[in-house]
């Protein structure tokens, strides 16, 4: 997999990870499952009073079995109370059918509390017998990484390259910018250059970066197309919609990678299918990161 394609990949499951919560992180856990190991991850609950539990898969050639738990907030009482109760339930099973339980857990910085490392690590002392695994976002990053192209684009979408990137055109840049200016904008948005340091002020993680870097690339060709265009207020209302998108976004999320992905979408539209208009979505939003009021200015010394 090339580097570009990789920071596209991981950037995008970041932000489904981030947003997937309760149910939809069970569902994101087993598609993936699936998709890594077709025919032989059972996403099925087959194990009588365990359905109660959600318990979420099994993997018989690694003789595992995964319990998935994916809170809004991960509050001491409640969590020790639900692994306990699927532990527990999952016990009289050991041995005939799996020797590794697994905790799944969604916690953004791949942390666990102390208080829960200290339960799973007394319950390893209690159960000598039994391996107890933790597998967070790492571990399902790494998954994710190790599937093949084609069931990545299944999970993720498709990915633009390195050739979509040198051979983009004015006509790629057309529809996208068609779209961002249909948006409806306050009159009153400035337009000011952008500091150097801004990457750094805002806290954009290393693949947000190299996507951001990589549109850079071609912002010359945005501005190009702006400038060539009759309707000169065209550049004014793409720059508009994007702030507007930008501070809506900032209302739902702190996480400045996440607000990334999420504009990066929003300049694709209806286009997210398509490779080309991809990399023509990662050349405006470059464009409009130098060129407006996006993201936070640092302060002026």
């Given at each position: 997999m090339e580097p570009f394609a990789r920071h596209y990949f991981q950037l995008a499951f970041r932000v489904k990870f981030y947003d997937a919560r309760g149910d939809e992180f069970q569902k994101l856990f087993g598609r993936i499952m699936n998709l890594r190991f077709p025919g032989d991850f059972v996403q099925t609950r087959p194990w009588g009073r365990l359905g109660d539990n959600k318990?979420?898969?099994?993997?018989?050639?690694?003789?595992?079995?995964?319990?998935?738990?994916?809170p809004d907030e991960m509050t001491q009482?409640?969590?020790?109370?639900?692994?306990?109760?699927?532990?527990?339930?999952?016990?009289?099973?050991?041995?005939?059918?799996?020797?590794?339980?697994?905790?799944?857990?969604?916690?953004?910085?791949?942390?666990?509390?102390?208080?829960?490392?200290?339960d799973?690590?007394?319950?390893?002392?209690?159960?000598?017998?039994?391996?107890?695994?933790?597998?967070?976002?790492?571990?399902?990053?790494r998954e994710v990484l190790a599937l093949d192209q084609g069931a990545l684009v299944d999970l993720l979408?498709?990915?633009?390259?390195q050739?979509?990137?040198?051979?983009?055109?004015?006509?790629?840049?057309?529809?996208?910018?068609?779209?961002?200016?249909?948006?409806?904008?306050?009159?009153?948005?400035?337009?000011?250059?952008?500091?150097?340091?801004?990457?750094?002020?805002?806290?954009l993680g290393d693949d947000a970066r190299q996507l951001l870097l990589a549109g850079m690339r071609k912002a010359a060709l945005v501005r190009s197309y702006l400038d060539r265009?009759?309707?000169?207020?065209?550049?004014?209302?793409?720059?508009?919609?994007?702030?507007?998108?930008?501070?809506?976004?900032?209302?739902?999320?702190?996480?400045?990678?996440?607000?990334?992905?999420?504009?990066?979408?929003?300049?694709q539209g209806p286009f997210t299918q398509q490779s080309k208009q991809i990399v023509a979505a990662l050349a405006v939003l470059a464009y409009l990161f130098e060129e407006c009021d996006i993201f936070e200015r640092p302060p002026e010394t």
């Open positions: 318990c979420d898969g099994y993997l018989p050639s690694a003789r595992k079995f995964y319990q998935c738990y994916g009482s409640r969590t020790l109370e639900k692994l306990n109760d699927d532990f527990e339930g999952a016990l009289p099973f050991a041995g005939r059918f799996f020797d590794t339980w697994v905790f799944v857990h969604n916690s953004r910085d791949g942390r666990l509390p102390a208080w829960l490392v200290l799973l690590q007394a319950r390893r002392v209690a159960h000598p017998e039994l391996r107890i695994e933790t597998f967070g976002y790492e571990e399902m990053l979408g498709p990915f633009p390259s050739t979509d990137f040198l051979s983009l055109r004015f006509e790629d840049l057309r529809p996208i910018l068609t779209h961002i200016a249909t948006v409806a904008v306050p009159a009153d948005i400035a337009v000011r250059p952008v500091p150097t340091a801004k990457l750094e002020y805002n806290r265009q009759p309707d000169k207020d065209l550049a004014a209302r793409v720059s508009g919609a994007f702030h507007r998108m930008y501070e809506d976004y900032k209302q739902t999320s702190s996480d400045p990678d996440t607000i990334f992905h999420r504009l990066q979408v929003a300049v």
